[in-house]
């Protein structure tokens, strides 16, 4: 070629390819299987079949795929590819409509398939009986696979554990009832509704799904067959790798769009035109050394670098060769590598093929082509350290590692859990492949060894699959696939599922996984049946419970702080707060958890209580079961026989009590201040007053009767003392102070305990001194004072200085109102 004549600038080149890109990209096809009575043979090449007889592990595969019991022994059949059985739908496409050239405008348009290509041309018959309710389905697709559910339920929970393959045929049979009724829904309905572009979605998703679980079974039965099998029957397991190519394939995306970016004959031309400008003109200006010769090595020999763009380009290409090789489309790169004008790279990806002279043993008199490399051996060794040598491209390092079995310059560029699955069965394959070539003969040994780490490796698929699962992600993946099928079922509200499959995640995850649909759950019943599907599931009922309280407990976005000291008799209770009182229906259904419903109910009261939300809190005590600190007690007897409680238990118990203790006090004095409130008014007659006016006040005389309000008075008062007192005074160490100090540490109830004294107690006393003082006992009143300063109770500590002053202002009033009196300061008589 006349370098001189042929080269083009940078500048032109860009404009050329960018609308020549624009052109193709504008003029994409939808592609199409082929007929159900095409011959693979009749198209140019079968995209996934013909692609596979280039494939190294694919020299030594058998037509014959171990599927016993299976109804489907094709392999093609599984990766949906070449001649299906009669069971898959096809719609017919002209013959040889499916080459893969790079030269033909729209090859690459077969590479990813719509949703609508794997429709069938099933005929409009009176054979098609579908339900007239399912068209007029806002999403018939949607409506007609959610039955996939508890069909695949009930299909695990009829097979035993050994039922394996009966079991992965019924899943392949439930998919594939599901996309003929879609069929023909989609064929019955108009193609300009929305509703049908929605439901071939879902066809397509099922069919894929279908190929899945027909994968899976094959995969089964590969496990069932013995080692010295699959060693000398040509390695079934480059299944698993056709597999996974054929989903990298659907992944591509636009890389088409970027094809002809590398259109072009002419290698590295950026670095090129420079070299051009620097001979032609004089070299002074030009400072960057760059290579002085283009051949493939002149960068690594030189040391020198390419031209930026080149060196751009060159990476760019790398990456677009291993993803083609990644997807299994070896040919297409050595295509793309030629029309890049980087026919040597084409011819390195060409060197794995053994060797094979027809001519040995012919005899013919017509020469016939020599196919293969006959220096294999020293090819895949030079690939291998190629592979290892850093100062290439990471992913020209992955492409020949691809080509030797290197595994460890290969992980490098895997980014998805599928990709490094392929990488390890690629070289699982490739040495497997290796073993069988050195122990039939056909391999030269004395040419050149391959290094040790290759010989040695020693894959199997269980050591693979141990490789697989030391991988940080291999269980996450698994657990984020069952976490969003969960996410799915809470959204349709397969209420009978989510609890089996939830149980089939971690157990910490299972718990906090179910909890959180649980917080939706509202109406009683439904919280009924929603444990009882989690105790057949066998999930951690009472953890699940407790992390429910604990999750709406902890909605809370007041702190814990000092409320104000006004008589105040309560604050509203909002619909947060509300929630928080429901929430402990959940530990009330199982007696067992009646010590568990003590101490979340004690945590959520004190939250209210700390925020003077006394109703609230009362809702919550109302909840308790009555008998719960007898049950408990009655637990305690049966299981532990004569050892002690659980001190964690005692406790509750105890701020259980301490509470009720508290609120009986709130209700007395809210009682109490409503009688004080509202005397009654004595009857008046009024002057000159008529018949009728002195009927009436009679009958108001009567009624009016001042010692009946005056005694119900007096009684209140001390029953509200008595309340009080039983607060102040709480026997064995105090009001909100634990019985036993050897639980475990649990330092945010402690604060919120110790909080609580120092808020309700002072309140508590001043609430008595209003009561004291308002009914004229101003006595009692000043004694009140001996208790708050006794040592036995310390009561004085849980007061600020600010209400010190305040109680000790207090104790001055009623000793002023009874020297008024005529006693003396506390109450008693002036001695003469």
């Not at 032609?280 to 020198?304: H, N, W, Y």
């Not at 995850?509 to 009882?532: N, P």
Request: aromatic share 10%; net charge negative.
């Amino acid at each position: 070629m006349d370098w001189s004549q042929n080269w083009l600038s940078p500048v032109v080149r860009d404009s050329e390819v960018t609308r020549a890109a624009r052109r193709k990209s504008s003029h994409k096809k939808v592609a199409f299987p082929l007929a159900q009575d095409e011959s693979p043979s009749a198209s140019t090449a079968t995209p996934a079949r013909a692609l596979l007889r280039h494939t190294p592990g694919s020299l030594i595969k058998q037509s014959f795929t171990p599927r016993s019991a299976l109804k489907n022994p094709d392999v093609s059949a599984i990766l949906g590819t070449g001649s299906r059985p009669s069971r898959f739908v096809n719609t017919p496409r002209p013959k040889g409509s499916f080459s893969m050239n790079l030269d033909d405008s729209d090859w690459t348009n077969s590479l990813y398939p719509s949703p609508h290509s794997m429709l069938g041309d099933a005929s409009f018959t009176d054979e098609m009986n579908m339900s007239a309710v399912m068209l007029k389905e806002e999403d018939p697709g949607e409506a007609a696979s959610v039955s996939l559910f508890p069909e695949f339920l009930h299909s695990y929970l009829r097979h035993s554990s050994s039922a394996v393959f009966d079991l992965l045929e019924d899943y392949e049979t439930i998919c594939q009832d599901k996309v003929n009724t879609l069929q023909k829904l989609v064929l019955r309905s108009s193609s300009s509704q929305q509703k049908s572009s929605k439901t071939a979605s879902i066809t397509w998703l099922l069919q894929q799904e279908m190929v899945t679980w027909r994968l899976i079974t094959s995969l089964y039965s590969l496990i069932r067959l013995t080692p010295l099998f699959i060693y000398l029957f040509g390695f079934p397991l480059q299944l698993v790798v056709d597999w996974l190519e054929s989903i990298a394939k659907d992944d591509i995306g636009d890389f088409s769009d970027n094809i002809e970016y590398y259109a072009k004959s002419v290698y590295w031309e950026n670095t090129l035109h420079t070299l051009k400008l620097r001979r032609d003109q004089s070299s002074a200006g030009f400072s960057r050394p760059l290579v002085t010769e283009l051949d493939p090595d002149a960068p690594i020999r030189q040391k020198r670098p390419l031209a930026d763009l080149d060196r751009e380009d060159d990476a760019r290409l790398l990456r677009f060769l291993f993803t083609l090789i990644r997807a299994g489309m070896t040919d297409d790169a050595q295509r793309l590598c030629k029309r890049c004008g980087q026919a040597w790279r084409a011819a390195t990806l060409e060197g794995w093929k053994l060797y094979h002279d027809p001519n040995i043993n012919g005899g013919g008199a017509e020469l016939q082509p020599v196919e293969g490399n006959p220096q294999r051996c020293v090819w895949k060794v030079c690939c291998w350290r190629m592979a290892e040598e850093e100062q290439f491209n990471r992913y020209e390092r992955a492409i020949y590692a691809v080509l030797s079995g290197n595994l460890r310059q290969l992980l490098p560029v895997c980014e998805t859990w599928e990709d490094t699955v392929w990488a390890y069965f690629r070289v699982l394959v490739d040495s497997l492949l290796e073993q069988e070539l050195r122990s039939s003969g056909m391999s030269h040994e004395d040419l050149e060894e391959l290094p040790r780490e290759y010989l040695e490796a020693s894959w199997t698929m269980e050591k693979v699959f141990e490789e697989l699962q030391a991988t940080e992600s291999k269980e996450e993946v698994c657990v984020d696939v069952l976490k969003a099928y969960i996410s799915l079922l809470v959204k349709e509200k397969q209420v009978e599922l989510i609890a089996f499959y939830v149980s089939n995640l971690p157990a910490d995850i299972a718990v906090t996984q179910y909890a959180r649909f649980l917080e939706e759950v509202i109406e009683t019943e439904q919280r009924k049946r929603c444990l009882e599907f989690a105790s057949q599931a066998g999930l951690d009922v009472a953890a699940v419970t407790k992390t429910v309280v604990e999750a709406i407990r902890d909605r809370d976005s007041e702190e814990f702080s000092h409320h104000d000291l006004t008589p105040a008799l309560d604050t509203g209770t909002s619909a947060e707060d509300q929630q928080k009182i429901d929430v402990i229906d959940w530990l009330v259904f199982d007696p067992a958890q009646r010590a568990e419903a003590l101490k979340q109910s004690n945590a959520i009261m004190r939250k209210f209580l700390a925020s003077k939300k006394h109703e609230a809190a009362k809702l919550v005590f109302a909840k308790v079961p009555e008998d719960s600190i007898r049950e408990i007690y009655r637990q305690w007897e049966e299981q532990r026989m004569n050892t002690a409680a659980p001190p964690e238990e005692e406790n509750a118990i105890r701020e259980h009590l301490c509470i009720r203790a508290y609120l009986e006090a709130h209700e007395a004095f809210n009682e109490w201040f409503r009688h004080m409130n509202s005397p009654p008014i004595q009857p008046t007659m009024p002057a000159q007053a008529k018949f009728t006016e002195k009927v009436a006040f009679e009958m108001k005389e009567k009624e009016y009767k001042y010692e009946n309000w005056k005694g119900r008075l007096d009684a209140l008062t001390e029953e509200v003392k008595e309340r009080i007192y039983n607060v102040l005074l709480f026997v064995d160490g105090g009001w909100m102070v634990d019985v036993r100090d050897d639980a475990e540490e649990d330092s945010e109830r402690s604060i919120q305990m110790a909080l609580l004294r120092r808020l309700c107690l002072p309140m508590m006393t001043f609430l008595l001194l209003t009561v004291l003082q308002r009914t004229e006992r101003h006595q009692e009143s000043l004694h009140l004072a001996d208790i708050i300063a006794s040592d036995q109770h310390r009561l004085y500590e849980v007061f600020s200085k600010d209400e010190l002053q305040k109680f000790l202002q207090k104790m001055r009033e009623s000793s002023l109102l009874l020297l008024d009196k005529g006693l003396d300061p506390l109450g008693y008589e002036l001695q003469s």
